[in-house]
């Protein structure tokens, strides 16, 4: 079984910063996408950004410029630096990986795997 365990959001003032990590456990894992989700108040859970292992990142317009995703293969996590945030930022941020569980050396079937979801607040 793997978990993906997220840090805490937080509040942050409009035009500040917040950054948020997710790392991977249990089960030796294989990752191949990771990246991050988020569900604003009342709307459906849309893309944040998302970095595959060979570094191609994808970011959705609405972020394209003040959010930076990064990830450590070597500890399965991944990063999302949010800066000058918005009260539109404002939402539930659930961190996504794609990968395969790997038993006796072999990775199995590609998988989606999600976070618990972790709340950031935008708000002066």
């Known amino acids: 079984q793997v978990h993906l365990v997220e840090s805490e959001g937080g509040l942050a003032q409009p035009g500040g910063s917040l950054r948020l990590s997710c790392a991977a456990s249990?089960?030796?894992?294989?990752?191949?996408?990771m990246g991050w989700y988020r569900q604003p108040p009342g709307k459906q859970r849309e893309l944040v950004a998302t970095?595959?292992?060979?570094?191609?990142?994808n970011y959705a317009v609405a972020v394209k410029g003040r959010f930076a995703i990064s990830r450590d293969d070597n500890k399965n996590t991944v990063y999302l630096q949010m800066n000058n945030l918005q009260p539109e930022d404002t939402a539930v941020y659930y961190c996504?990986?794609?990968?395969?569980?790997?038993?006796?050396?072999?990775?199995?079937?590609?998988?989606?795997?999600w976070g618990q979801g972790t709340q950031v607040t935008v708000s002066s």
């Open positions: 996504y990986a794609e990968g395969s569980v790997v038993r006796g050396g072999i990775a199995g079937t590609p998988e989606d795997f």
């Open positions: 249990g089960s030796p894992f294989s990752t191949y996408v």
């Open positions: 970095q595959s292992t060979s570094g191609t990142t």
